[in-house]
């Protein structure tokens, strides 16, 4: 007997079931979903899974290609607006828990990069997520998306949203990293603009946890590390963290590693600028902070500069030159954050309220890990090519979508041969110019047909 193969979209299919069968637990109303309808529950969280970025009629012509089972735009948005933005979440996260993570570095260590993203969303008045648009053409709306990647197995592992203008990065990898599961050590590699005393303080205190920060060597950077001499060096540092004014008003002088801080809990205000968030303590009056930095020199854009990171990884296990490399590694997530945008959709969306908004970004998470897993299934042949081959991602999301459709009845283990005919050449070592720029959300009525 043939063993019966059971693809990431089979799993998938079972965490949306299980879902829909305790849909009052994710209901606005204990009644909804309750009469039998043709658009019931499953099929509604199916519909939204599978949303790419076109009009949201050619969104649901796709989904229902028999017209009897078709519904117009608006039944559909009654009955999305039925559910609470957290079933998607937990359809992420319940999907992300099955499907296969085994992946480690040195088989010991889950690798992870943290990162945001910004969405930029149609006008919404009443959204609490409008910015300040008087510079530019037409107003808008930003989420900010604060999200881990799993580095080793390609795929997202959490996501904690916030509104552009009250976005803090720091305060959200914290919270992302205490929500990981510290049974195992992990590694989390962050670029510049993470590191901050209160972030590593938290660092220390978690069980099994590693970080590798990108620091700032210039204006706005710790005191120790521009007093590090323009030469190669692996040093570990030892500061002394206060928040309290006496105590450093005593001591400053005598201890030139101490550092004052200022914590937002004794503050009145409801909002806090950037500036004192960055500058947030929750922990004793005093605390002894060590770190690691190592300090080299790399080549960018034919200009020299020094680079300097900090970790608590050991030095013996980890030196310099493979925290390049595992630092390098970190790119992953910009790369996945222009498939998630590009290729699944997630620019376009389809409502503006807040609610919806969230949901189609955990539902494009979602997807975007079974596109991985997908692809982690298949096997890439290396022959003796001059270069290595990788799967063809976008082509990947395109096949995963179209088995995922309502109405496909082709057994899913098909989608593994169709994945494997779309490979590219893997070309190491090139770049291109980054333009980083808002991009104005497109209207709804200039979506792609």
């Known amino acids: 007997m043939a063993e019966v193969i059971r693809t990431p979209l089979d799993i998938l299919n079972e965490v949306v079931a299980d879902t829909a069968s305790n849909i009052h637990d994710y ?11 043709k658009l019931n529950a499953e099929t509604t969280l199916k519909v939204v899974l599978n949303m790419q970025g076109n009009s949201l009629n050619t969104e649901l012509l796709n989904a229902f290609p028999d017209i009897d089972q078709r519904m117009t735009a608006s039944a559909f948005e009654q009955a999305k607006g039925k559910l609470c933005p957290e079933v998607f979440e937990h359809i992420f996260h319940e999907f992300t828990e099955r499907i296969d993570t085994s992946k480690k570095l040195d088989g010991k260590y889950r690798v992870f990069a943290i990162d945001g993203s910004d969405f930029t969303t149609n006008y919404n008045p009443k959204s609490n997520r409008v910015c300040d648009f008087k510079d530019e053409a ?33 305060k959200a990898a914290i919270e992302i990293m205490k929500r990981m599961d510290h049974s195992y050590p992990s590694i989390v590699v962050m ?9 590593l303080a938290h660092c220390d205190k978690i069980n099994n946890l590693f970080y590798l920060i990108r620091v700032r060597t210039g204006a706005g950077g710790f005191k120790e590390i521009k007093a590090l001499p323009n030469n190669e060096c692996d ?67 034919g200009k020299d500069r ?26 992953d997530i910009e790369t996945s954050f222009r498939n998630l945008k590009y290729a699944l959709g997630a620019i376009n969306f389809h409502s503006k309220k807040d609610d919806f908004i969230d949901m189609e970004l955990f539902a494009h998470l979602t997807m975007y890990n079974a596109t991985s897993a997908c692809i982690n299934a ?13 799967i063809d991602f976008k082509m990947a999301c395109q096949i995963v979508r179209r088995y995922y459709y309502l109405h496909n009845d082709k057994p899913y283990p098909m989608i593994y041969a169709e994945i494997a005919s779309y ?27």
């Open 191 to 199: 670029d510049r603009g993470y590191e901050g005393y209160n972030l």
């Open 378 to 390: 298949v096997p890439v042949k290396h022959s003796n090519h001059k270069h290595i081959y990788a």
């Open 27 to 37: 209901t606005k109303s204990p009644t909804d979903f309750t009469r039998n309808r």
């Open 306 to 331: 020094w680079e300097v990171l900090i970790t608590n990884l050991n030095r013996f296990e980890f030196p310099l030159e493979r925290l390049k490399e595992l630092y390098h590694q970190r790119w």
């Open 423 to 449: 490979i590219n050449p893997v070309r190491p070592g090139r770049a291109d110019e980054r333009n980083v720029r808002i991009r104005p959300p497109v209207a709804f009525i200039y979506r792609v047909a």
């Open 138 to 170: 037409k107003p808008y709306c930003q989420t900010h998306g604060n999200i881990m990647f799993d580095i080793e197995n390609k795929i997202y592992a959490d996501c904690y949203i916030q509104p552009k203008t009250e976005s803090d990065e720091r």
């Open 235 to 301: 040093v570990d540092i030892d500061v002394i963290v206060t928040s309290s004014t006496h105590y450093y008003a005593q001591n400053n002088k005598t201890t030139p590693n101490l550092h004052l801080v200022q914590s937002v809990k004794k503050r009145h205000k409801a909002e806090v600028s950037a500036c004192y968030r960055n500058r947030a303590w929750d922990h004793a009056n005093i605390l002894p902070i060590t770190y690691r930095a190592v300090k080299f020199k790399i080549n960018e854009d």
